[in-house]
């Protein structure tokens, strides 16, 4: 009993832990610092943009994916070059099938795109 009890833990860690045994690659967000309405040129039709990333683990074996606010927000500003996000506001969506056997976490970034 005792010889499969460290084993079993270790193993319980690593699948609790939510990344991949054999491989992990994601960025995942921590801080995000908008610019205000002040810092930019408001205009009245500036226009609102989303912006999504997503990383992935399979089988809590592979992990991979951007699910930073970089990417969301190089995402939401796709064919709007020279503009910001101003009045930003985030969410993550977490989907899980099989008790974590496939999960998605996804950043998604919404605001207005505004002239510095």
């Known amino acids: 009993m005792r010889i499969h009890l460290l084993p079993s833990l270790i193993l319980a860690a690593a699948i609790l832990s939510g990344c991949g045994l054999v491989y992990t690659n994601i960025h995942s967000p921590r801080g995000y ?14 226009p609102t943009v989303t912006g999504r990333s997503c990383s992935r683990a399979i089988l809590y074996t592979v992990a991979w994916g951007d699910s930073g ?11 709007k070059p020279g503009l910001i996000l101003y009045d930003v506001k985030s969410d993550i969506k977490v989907t899980a099938i099989g008790l974590g056997l496939y999960t998605e976490v996804c950043t998604i970034v919404t605001g207005k795109a505004g002239r510095p």
């Open 69 to 79: 606010y970089a990417a969301a927000t190089a995402r939401a500003l796709e064919g």
């Open 33 to 46: 610092r908008s610019a205000t309405p002040a810092d930019v040129k408001v205009a009245p039709d500036d």
